[in-house]
T-cell receptor, first 115, second 111 residues
Framework: EPEVTQTPSHQVTQMGQEVILRCVPI?????FYWYRQILGQKVEFLVS????????KSEIFDDQFSVERPDGSNFTLKIRSTKLEDSAMYFC?????????????FGNGTRLTVT | DQQVKQNSPSLSVQEGRISILNCDYT??????FLWYKKYPAEGPTFLIS?????DKNEDGRFTVFLNKSAKHLSLHIVPSQPGDSAVYFC??????????FGQGTELSVKP
């Protein structure tokens, strides 16, 4: 069964550094998402992306965050200047249709540790 | 954002018995609900969903019940197996398609 793949599985970075988290969504999916889960907290929405533009973003997704689909297969999340509180599991997800009536398929996540 | 709530952080059940996981929501505009299962070090895996036009959806050992008047849904697993031990999240998309998750319930099925 096709799956969403994320790399790296674990990223350690120093505060103030830039990180890029990479995702390869399922090939025929059209909607792409980033979620994150801080340890012990809920899974929370960051951003959705469709037709090469952001559809919706949360208040967490400030100007330090950006997303890009540089080619037909990759979907990336960039954090320009990481903060300690950015430490979390970051999950990429994709779906063939809007999330209103179609389940999202999640990758296994990237654990980001900011020191 | 407390629109989707799972008030039980954990549940322990004996193998072979029924597991019942509960979820409440506050937004009456929600019309589609999902349950996800999550193992440690993995992403959430879609389990089962239900549309608000139904009150029950069944898939093998998993059944989701929806009570719209009470704004409550539940996931029943029967019979429970040790491999079902995981964190279960209920979730609902808002009108824009943003998926809102509950806090999760950690299910432990003991042999």
């Amino acid at each position: 069964e096709p799956e969403v793949t994320q790399t790296p599985s674990h990223q350690v970075t120093q505060m103030g550094q830039e990180v890029i988290l990479r995702c390869v969504p399922i090939s025929n999916h059209l909607y792409f998402y980033w979620y994150r889960q801080i340890l012990g907290q809920k899974v929370e929405f960051l951003v959705s992306f469709y037709n090469n533009e952001i559809s919706e973003k949360s208040e967490i997704f400030d100007d330090q965050f950006s997303v890009e689909r540089p080619d037909g297969s990759n979907f990336t999340l960039k954090i320009r200047s990481t903060k300690l509180e950015d430490s979390a599991m970051y999950f990429c997800a994709s779906s063939p249709r809007r999330a209103n009536n179609s389940p999202l398929h999640f990758g296994n996540g990237t654990r980001l540790t900011v020191t | 954002d407390q629109q989707v709530k799972q008030n039980s952080p954990s549940l322990s059940v004996q193998e072979g018995r029924i597991s019942i996981l509960n979820c409440d929501y506050t937004n009456s505009m929600f019309d589609y609900f999902l349950w996800y299962k999550k193992y440690p070090a993995e992403g959430p895996t879609f389990l089962i969903s239900i549309s608000s036009i139904k009150d029950k959806n069944e898939d093998g050992r998993f059944t989701v019940f929806l009570n719209k008047s009470a704004k409550h849904l539940s996931l029943h697993i029967v019979p429970s197996q040790p491999g079902d031990s995981a964190v279960y999240f209920c979730a609902a998309p808002n009108q824009g398609g943003k998926l809102i998750f509950g806090q999760g319930t950690e299910l432990s099925v003991k042999p």
